[in-house]
């Protein structure tokens, strides 16, 4: 069955960002009297913001509201975007040369005000057909419910979409939802063998995503 349409992770598959929210959050927690860890990122990839800010007040100790954390990890974030926003290479080229031939969507983790900050910085604000944040569903990643929310966005049809992902709960997120699923698997926080086998393609890197590759998954 032909793909038609292509559902995009953000951070860890057209940002190389994973480290960058990895040292926000872990100077914010220490800032605040907490203590964020290698494995406390690994633990909150693919939640929503109100997840990753109940992980840091209960688990890593940082007496604030959630609101007040969210807020002050999306502004520290947004900062170090503006002074560089750190695009995988091949990610801009890859994703304006599928838009030639696919509906294009994006998916992500990130709050939505860090989703607009860095498609118009991108300067990919043409390419997507529409976006959706896990803030808007009910649970992030690994539930489906990003992927769901973002198919039905752009009505697209699940059987003919595939989602690009980077991480294990995204991966899986993608799986759940019944898409087709190209992995792109995370060089800094990789995800376990298992996850990386519910793909159906595996790349070493975003460039490799062509409209040959995707063109092969449905047929």
Known sequence: MQITTIVFDLDG?????????HEVRRDFAAAHGGLWTD??????????SWQWAHHIREVCGVELGERQIVAGVVQRLIGRYREHL???AGARA????????????LASSAPPEV?????????????????LSSDDVAA????????????????????????VE?????????RNAGLFVVGVPN?????????????????????????TVVAALGS
């Open 115 to 131: 989703i607009r900050f860095v498609v118009r910085r991108a300067g990919l604000g043409g390419v997507f057909s529409g976006w």
């Open 13 to 21: 598959v057209i940002l190389d960002s994973e480290e960058v929210w």
């Open 39 to 48: 494995d406390d990122q690994r633990a909150v990839m693919g939640d929503n």
């Open 166 to 174: 980077d991480s294990e709960n995204g991966l899986r997120s993608a």
């Open 94 to 105: 890859a994703v304006t040369g599928l838009a030639r031939a696919y509906r294009l969507g």
């Open 187 to 211: 060089r800094r926080f990789p995800p376990a063998p298992a996850a990386l086998e519910l793909a159906d393609v595996v790349l070493a890197s975003i460039g490799e995503l062509t409209p």
């Open 140 to 163: 992030g990643k690994p539930a489906p419910d990003a992927y769901l929310a973002a198919c039905r966005r752009l009505q697209a049809d699940r059987p003919r979409t595939a989602a």
């Open 86 to 88: 750190p695009l995988i």
